[in-house]
T-cell receptor, first 110, second 115 residues
Framework: QKEVEQDPGPLSVPEGAIVSLNCTYS??????FMWYRQYSRKGPELLMY????GNKEDGRFTAQVDKSSKYISLFIRDSQPSDSATYLC??????????FGAGTRLFVKA | EAGVAQSPRYKIIEKRQSVAFWCNPI?????LYWYQQILGQGPKLLIQ????????DSQLPKDRFSAERLKGVDSTLKIQPAKLEDSAVYLC?????????????FGQGTRLTVV
């Protein structure tokens, strides 16, 4: 079993839709939960991160962590074509090493 | 603020040849990471430096890969000899302090193709 599982998609939605991206994990030592956006031929860009559990909101983006279920989510409201990218979840624990999911490819159609 | 700089952007080599990648982190960032990202996968940590000391190289194939960070600033990652399965994007990232928060800054990566 991989430490971090993420559906690779692709996920295709119309412009303006609410997008839900998810990851599950197995290591209860993870403390930092991150979401990165990666455009084609670019490096990952940190979107949001949460320490421990709970929700965090930043503009159109909301990150949720449910440690009891070992499940994290990223919601994108009012999705735009410019949101089309690969979204990587990532997690980090006491050993400081970050583990990334495989990424979900998102396409937002105008 | 200048970002993480990497060079070259692209490299094509034949198997069994050697190759080197260079990274210049954000000024003042003590922690530097090298990641390997194979097509369709998430980045995988190869090596992590704190200043010029190695913190974690448990996933570095040491029989062919080496990395150094002289003077705690720039870093180079070398592969010798290269194999077909080394074809990937090699990403460098830096952080201000080890262990406090996520890797916030990645370079654009070096895309390596081994033929």
């Amino acid at each position: 079993q991989k430490e971090v599982e993420q559906d690779p998609g692709p996920l295709s939605v119309p412009e303006g839709a609410i997008v839900s991206l998810n990851c599950t994990y197995s290591n209860s030592a993870f403390q930092y939960f991150m979401w990165y956006r990666q455009y084609s031929r670019k490096g990952p860009e940190l979107l949001m991160y949460t320490y421990s559990s709970g929700n965090k909101e930043d503009g159109r983006f909301t990150a949720q962590v449910d440690k009891s279920s070992k499940y994290i989510s990223l919601f994108i409201r009012d999705s735009q074509p410019s949101d089309s990218a690969t979204y990587l979840c990532a997690m980090k624990g006491g050993g400081f090493k970050t583990i990334f999911g495989a990424g979900t490819r998102l396409f937002v159609k105008a | 603020e200048a970002g993480v700089a990497q060079s070259p952007r692209y490299k094509i080599i034949e198997k069994r040849q050697s190759v080197a990648f260079w990274c210049n982190p954000i000024s003042g960032h003590a922690t530097l990471y090298w990641y390997q990202q194979i097509l369709g996968q998430g980045p995988k940590l190869l090596i992590q430096f704190q200043n010029n000391g190695v913190v974690d190289d448990s996933q570095l194939p040491k029989d062919r890969f080496s990395a150094e960070r002289l003077k705690g600033v720039d870093s180079t990652l070398k592969i010798q000899p290269a194999k077909l399965e080394d074809s990937a994007v090699y990403l460098c990232a830096s952080s201000l302090v080890l262990g406090q928060g996520p890797e916030a800054f990645f370079g654009q990566g070096t895309r390596l193709t081994v033929v």
